[in-house]
């Protein structure tokens, strides 16, 4: 049985219009089923055009395999531009087909005003937990006791660090042999509080001075551990991964993002990362990691005081204060 003449000419057509739906339609369909939220995922316009971009250049190199295929193909457009299915369909041909063409050109590039489809909430709060909003963070004003226990512990040269730092910490005492394991922060509190302790006066003024950079010390290091990829050595959002999200990650050293809120709110959001948030933050706008999962609560407050002090901000005061 003889193939009709037109196959190859709707096949490619057909295919076209098969992978249009599929990724317009059909992956936000899927998406629900895979996701369980109560709407679908979007398809970017981006992911649209690399989807039927490949697939024209796989059509076109199927058309093109042979001359035989080529000819199948372009004998129905021939024989239309003939007019041996008529001339009046191919006059309708004619108007229709450019007219779609210029209509989509048009609805593409004349600029639209409209509302956003969704909102994107910066700081979403409604799963906030009234609680938290009074949480200080116990790192940045370290108590009289325990600033005495950190002068007992440097006196004795036994200042305790996170165990992540330890490693590090040894390789650089064997290379460098130091008279205190202290001169590894190299800050002025830091050095001042060490000429104390020799001198054997220390006041509790630049102990309590040099603890906090012990715990900002720290904070950096699980900061760039854990959260440099993405916020970017100077917490600008501007990482080695930023640019792979459809929203870069927030950058806070903007007066509009952490300086906005109060720790306990900041503590929350690092815990609880992006699949904490509330249904008005999804789909795309967080991509942190539930950080609870894998830093304990003190190594959590102490990367919250190095964003902090990295990004020059000061949190935000609660209003019952």
């Known amino acids: 049985m003889k193939k009709p003449r037109t196959l190859r000419f709707w096949t490619v057509v057909l295919s076209l219009v098969l992978v249009y739906a599929l990724v317009k339609w059909g992956i936000p369909v899927v998406s629900r089923q895979i996701t369980g939220l109560p709407f679908p995922l979007t398809v970017p316009g981006t ?21 035989e295929h080529l000819a199948e193909f372009l004998d129905p457009i021939q024989r239309f531009l003939r007019g041996e ?19 989509q050109v048009y609805d593409v590039t004349i600029p639209k005003v409209q509302q956003p489809s ?20 116990p790192f940045a004003s370290p108590s009289d006791a325990e600033v005495d226990a950190f ?5 004795a040269n036994e200042v305790s660090f996170i165990p992540q730092l330890l490693t590090d910490l040894e390789s650089w005492a064997d290379y460098t042999e ?3 394991m202290l001169e590894a922060i190299a800050t002025a509190p830091v ?5 104390e302790l020799q001198a054997g006066s220390v006041s509790r003024t630049s102990a309590r001075a040099a603890l906090l950079e012990k715990h ?7 900061y760039s551990m854990n959260c440099r990829p993405c916020h970017g050595d100077s917490v600008a959002g501007d990482g080695p991964m930023a640019d792979g999200f459809k929203l870069r990650p927030i950058n806070f050293t903007d007066n509009g993002t952490i300086e906005t809120i109060v720790e306990g709110y900041t503590f929350w959001r690092v815990s609880n990362g992006g699949p904490g948030l509330p249904t008005e933050a999804t789909p795309w706008d967080s991509a942190m990691p539930v950080w609870k999962l894998n830093l304990s609560e003190e190594e959590r407050w102490k990367i919250i005081l190095a964003e902090y002090d990295l990004a020059q901000k000061t949190p935000r005061i609660p209003e019952s204060h």
Do not use: C
């Open 216 to 222: 900002l010390f720290e904070g950096r290091a699980l």
């Open 178 to 180: 130091p008279a205190h």
């Open 85 to 103: 299915y008529g001339k009046v369909t191919r006059a309708l041909g004619l108007i229709v087909v450019p007219g779609l063409v210029g209509w």
């Open 47 to 67: 992911l649209m055009f690399i989807y039927m971009l490949l697939t024209i250049i796989a059509l076109f190199l199927l058309v093109t395999f042979s001359e």
């Open 191 to 195: 050095r001042t509080f060490l000429r």
């Open 151 to 155: 002068i007992a512990q440097a006196q």
């Open 118 to 137: 969704s909102l994107r909430i910066q700081h979403p709060s409604s799963n906030f937990p009234k609680k938290n909003e009074d949480l200080k963070n």
